[in-house]
C-alpha cells in the first residue's frame, strides 16, 4: 500500500495567499478526513467526507476554509484568505467505512507569515 | 456527549522498564476505543483497538491495552520499554453514529537510556 499521500509537504507563504492543501487517500477507503494539529489546540477534525460527500463540517474554522473530494482518489483543503494563526499542521487520514481504523498521511506543515 | 482523556501529558520510564499510558473514555454503550503514535515529523500511526471480546488486546510494537469496564479505562502498556518507543500516544473513541474519531490529548512518552 502506497498510504495516505499529502502534498505538499511544507507549505509558507504570505498571509493574505490562497493555500491548498492535496490529499490522495488509500485506494479502497471511502472515508476521508481533514485534521489540524498545533501545540495549543491539539489535534482538531476539520471536516470528514464519506463516499465522496461532506458529512460532518462542523470543525472547519471559518468561511475562510473550504474542502472537496471530486472523486474517490482526491481531496483539497483550501483557505482562502490565509491568515498567521492558520499555521499548522495539516494532516489527512483515510479508512474503510466501519470499525476499521484511520491511516494518516505524513502531514503538510503550513507556515503563514 | 463522548470523550476520552489522559491524564497525564507526559510519562518517563527507564528503557527496559514496563511502561504505562493512562486513558479513561465516557460514552454512552459499548466503547470502540483505538491507540494511536505519532513519531517527530509524521502522521499518527495506529497501534490497536479495541471492540468487542478479550479485555488484553495486543497491537503493534510489543504494544498492548486493557479494557476494563467498571473503571472507563483503556491502559496502554509495555512489558519492557525502549528509547525508540519515546513519541507522542493518542487514545481515541469512535464516535457511534459517524466514522469520526475523538481523540484525546495525547501523553509525550519519554524513555531514557
Known amino acids: 500500500d502506497a498510504g495516505v499521500i499529502q502534498s505538499p509537504r511544507h507549505e509558507v507563504t504570505e498571509m493574505g495567499q490562497e493555500v491548498t492543501l492535496r490529499c490522495k487517500p488509500i485506494s479502497g477507503h471511502n472515508s476521508l478526513f481533514w485534521y489540524r494539529q498545533t501545540m495549543m489546540r491539539g489535534l482538531e477534525l476539520l471536516i470528514y467526507?464519506?463516499?465522496?460527500?461532506?458529512?460532518?463540517d462542523s470543525g472547519m474554522p471559518e468561511d475562510r476554509f473550504s474542502a472537496k473530494m471530486p472523486n474517490a482518489s482526491f481531496s483539497t483543503l483550501k483557505i482562502q484568505p490565509s491568515e498567521p494563526r492558520d499555521s499548522a499542521v495539516y494532516f489527512c487520514?483515510?479508512?474503510?467505512?466501519?470499525?476499521?481504523?484511520?491511516?494518516f498521511g505524513d502531514g503538510t506543515r503550513l507556515s503563514i507569515l | 456527549a463522548q470523550s476520552v482523556a489522559q491524564p497525564e501529558d507526559q510519562v518517563n520510564v527507564a528503557e527496559g522498564n514496563p511502561l504505562t499510558v493512562k486513558c479513561t473514555y465516557s460514552v454512552s454503550g459499548n466503547p470502540y476505543l483505538f491507540w494511536y503514535v505519532q513519531y517527530p515529523n509524521r502522521g499518527l500511526q495506529f497501534l490497536l483497538k479495541?471492540?468487542?471480546?478479550?479485555?488484553l488486546v495486543k497491537g503493534s510494537y510489543g504494544f498492548e491495552a486493557e479494557f476494563n469496564k467498571s473503571q472507563t479505562s483503556f491502559h496502554l502498556k509495555k512489558p519492557s520499554a525502549l528509547v525508540s518507543d519515546s513519541a507522542l500516544y493518542f487514545c481515541a473513541v469512535r464516535d457511534r453514529n459517524t466514522d469520526k474519531l475523538i481523540f484525546g490529548t495525547g501523553t509525550r512518552l519519554q524513555v531514557f537510556p
Open positions: 487520514a483515510s479508512s474503510r467505512t466501519g470499525l476499521e481504523p484511520q491511516h
Open positions: 467526507f464519506n463516499n465522496n460527500v461532506p458529512i460532518d
Open positions: 479495541y471492540i468487542t471480546g478479550d479485555n
